[in-house]
């Protein structure tokens, strides 16, 4: 069974920067086997794609976060990051990854069959 744990939520001054990292383990699958996603999730809302990375490479992001944010990913760490710059108070929200075997890069919540537990970041001076 894939388990997926994400960290480096924490609170950040509006600005600043995280690296968040989404970490593979349960399966002996490279983490280039999977498309990895991750979403966010902020109080009253729906669960909004963030960026993706498909087992090919391709990538996408949504547009609220393009040329902030970057995702890539260490098959030596089985571990997929999501770099965020230039954070802003919107962008304050619970930070799940999430993940499928050999996907596309789609950014929909019903793609992805393997959830994390998610991490909080807080935007906020």
């Known amino acids: 069974q894939l388990h997926l744990v994400e960290s480096g939520g924490t609170l950040v001054q509006p600005g600043g920067s995280l690296n968040l990292s989404c970490t593979k383990s349960?399966?002996?699958?490279?983490?280039?086997?999977?498309?990895i996603a991750w979403f966010r999730q902020a109080p009253g809302k729906e669960r909004e794609g963030v960026s993706s990375?498909?087992?090919?490479?391709?990538?996408r992001y949504a547009d609220s976060v393009k040329g902030r944010f970057t995702i890539s990913r260490d098959n030596a760490k089985n571990t997929v990051y999501l770099q965020m710059n230039s954070l802003r108070p919107e962008d304050t929200a619970v930070y799940y990854c999430?993940?499928?075997?050999?996907?596309?890069?789609?950014?929909?919540?019903?793609?992805?069959?393997?959830w994390g537990q998610g991490t909080q970041v807080t935007v906020s001076s």
């Open positions: 349960g399966v002996r699958d490279p983490v280039d086997h999977y498309a």
């Open positions: 990375i498909s087992a090919g490479g391709s990538i």
């Open positions: 999430a993940a499928t075997y050999f996907g596309q890069a789609y950014l929909q919540v019903h793609v992805y069959d393997y």
